[in-house]
């Protein structure tokens, strides 16, 4: 059973930084590709960035390259989100989502079918 629960999200002003941490209520992350999902009001959802199993692949959207770092931190059963450098376009909900697909490139935004509720960052200008 998959139970995801974000934390990290907050307001903060653009240029600032904030990590999102999701774990899986104390069961392992180990065994599934792990991504972080957005959606601003209006938008549409977009994958940010997931991370492989075992954690040797990451995938990061062109929007947030060289800003964002993903990593797995296998003592505290995590996958976190490092955001640096935010922007107001930052702005959304994101949420941390399992995929159970065989295939880390493979794994688009419709493979992740376990979600978290998700965590608000807002950024000002």
């Known amino acids: 059973q998959v139970q995801l629960v974000e934390s990290g999200g907050g307001l903060v002003q653009a240029g600032d930084s904030l990590s999102l941490s999701c774990t899986n209520s104390?069961?392992?992350?180990?065994?599934?590709?792990v991504g972080w999902i957005r959606q601003a009001p209006g938008k549409e959802r977009e994958l940010v960035s997931k991370?492989?199993?075992?954690?040797?692949?990451?995938y990061y959207a062109d929007s947030v390259k060289d800003r964002f770092t993903i990593s797995r931190d296998r003592n505290e059963n995590t996958v976190d989100l490092q955001m640096n450098s935010l922007k107001p376009e930052d702005t959304a909900v994101y949420y941390c989502?399992?995929?159970?697909?065989?295939?880390?490139?493979?794994?688009?935004?419709?493979?992740?079918?376990?979600w978290g509720q998700g965590t608000q960052v807002t950024v000002s200008s």
């Open positions: 991370i492989s199993r075992a954690g040797s692949m990451t």
């Open positions: 989502a399992v995929s159970t697909g065989p295939r880390f490139r493979e794994a688009g935004i419709n493979s992740f079918t376990s």
């Open positions: 104390g069961r392992t992350l180990a065994t599934y590709i």
